[in-house]
């Protein structure tokens, strides 16, 4: 039997009065006859038609004597250096409800269906720190998840889960707030040091301060141990799934899940882009880092405090001091405050990643970590803006060599964002360059040997975003990409042009760059076909949305 769906260019016909406007009103209007997964899944999309078997192997290359298995040598992918690159897309932030729920299942269903018949990959989703363990500490409810993970699996779909020990709200993107958990929250409340703080005291409730990881003031443990023991409950109650329909698990370092510091903030317009953020390293805890790092050389001038002369979050670089072209970034006291202050960001990731490694070893989920792509002031001898976030890359030093050994050396996907991104699509006066920056970390990561995926930094459905992303995938400068994650699925993904252009997308991936665009003319009603193959039933049975 085989499953169609029928739709105008748009998921969603807009034309049709009675038909749902928007993806959560999308319920009860696809119907369907139960399935048994022993047999083979196959789509067609008018004259595109694409594969998809059902059982996925890991991909193993030899490099310099050196063997490794990449993750993501699945089904239908682009061929970077020999190795198929598949499609993943990002689920709603909100995807599970702050009471513990699923939200929207019949919508969800009915869009990992179509997701399925395009082509894709799998799905990613962030698991909340503030939503699972949110009453109590070490009482955490995964029953939201459980029954995405199970969906995901009925659709013969994979899942990238976020660690996501941050909060939800205030950045790019951010459609919904979730705090920290309240318990968290309240030992903030009696101490604000757990939270990063900038020169002028403003506090950051994102994420919890770096400087505090191996202090045990989290109702008696540390950050550290709260984090591997939120990931310890995850892999005792997914461990049937994971290396199956679990691929990856991301593992959350800082703000947007990050590794960096929260050194541009959107919240109440803190900051805006292309200011170059400021540095936060003014809680205590990290203030007597600093100084017993200025000490332990003899310098303890340097360890009073963070630089005088850095400016503010919206500044220009060359209206500081620290900053501009001959600044005090490039004294030997820049050199030792960039060294430490980029250190103990690296120090946190390795920690964090290594308490990974241990409670996911033999799971046969990879594991990786996101690093922020920050592109504006890319084109200044300072690279102010990556100096605060905790990247010290200079045009005198690379500073994503570091990061990459970190993730390289446990195996660890370096997930990368911005691949969408042009240099001529960006203002001049921000001097940016977002080619050039993953240029750089192509070869970084190529250079020690890690495997790298990418990202789109903003929501984008536009056909010259996706050939960027087709282009930067492939491994002509440095690495080629194991996989890429597309920000992110909602009823705009689902409209005619926006659909048909993820679907031209998937299909180029998977032949290896290829321009695999529908054809033109099929303007009309594009049928998505998504079935099963039965040998003794092979009649259609049509699901439409009215």
Partial sequence: MALTLRSSPSFINPKDAKSPKTLEEFHGCVSYVPFKPVCNLWAKCSSLEVTLPREKTLFSEEKNGDKREWLHGLSGGHKAGGRKVPVFVMLPLDTVSFGGNLNRPRALNASLMALKSAG??????????????????????????????????????????????????????????????????????????????????????????????????????????????????????????????????????????????????????????????????????????????????????????????????????????????????????????????????????????????????????????????????????????????????????????????????????????????????????????????VRQVKMATKTTYTELAGENALERYDDRAFAQVLTTSQSDSGNGLSAFTYLRMNKRLFEGENWRNLVNFVKSMSEGGRDARLSEQDTGHTKLYVGFLDEQNIKTKEAVPV
């Fill in 120 to 437: 894709v990959e799998g799905v990613m989703v962030d698991a909340w720190w503030g939503l699972v363990e949110k009453d109590v500490p070490l009482n955490y409810n995964w029953d939201g998840y459980l029954e995405l993970v199970q969906m995901v699996q009925r659709h013969g779909l994979k899942l990238q889960v976020v660690m996501s020990f941050h909060q939800c709200g205030g950045n790019v993107g951010d459609s919904c707030s979730i705090p920290l958990p309240p318990w968290v929250l309240e030992e903030v409340s009696k101490n604000p040091d757990l939270v990063y703080t900038d020169r002028s005291g403003r506090r950051n409730p994102e994420y919890i301060s770096l400087g505090c990881d191996s202090l045990p003031l989290l109702k008696g443990r540390t950050p550290i141990q709260a984090y591997s023991d939120f990931m310890r409950s995850f892999r005792d109650m997914f461990k049937d799934y994971l290396g199956g329909v679990i691929v990856e698990i991301q593992v959350g370092m800082g703000p947007c899940g990050e590794l960096r510091y929260p050194s541009y903030p959107e919240s109440n317009g803190t900051w805006r882009f292309p200011g170059i953020g400021e540095f936060q390293c003014y809680d205590k805890y990290m203030r007597a880092s600093l100084r017993a790092s200025a000490e332990a050389i003899g310098k303890g001038d340097w360890g009073k405090s963070g630089p005088h002369d850095t400016g503010h979050y919206n500044q220009f670089l060359e209206d500081t001091g620290f900053f501009r072209r001959e600044g005090t970034w490039n004294t030997d006291y820049g050199q030792f405050f960039l060294e430490w202050y980029s250190g103990k960001l690296l120090e946190h990731g390795d920690q964090i990643l290594a308490a990974a490694e241990g409670i996911f070893q033999g799971t046969g989920a990879k594991l990786s970590g996101k690093v922020a792509g920050i592109h504006w002031h890319y084109g200044s001898r300072s690279h102010a803006a990556e100096l605060t976030a905790g990247y010290y890359n200079t045009r005198y030093r690379d500073g994503y060599l570091p990061i990459a050994r970190t993730f390289g050396k446990r195996g660890v996907i370096l997930n990368f964002t911005c691949m969408e991104m042009r240099d001529g699509e960006q203002p001049a006066y921000a001097n940016c360059s977002p080619e050039g920056l």
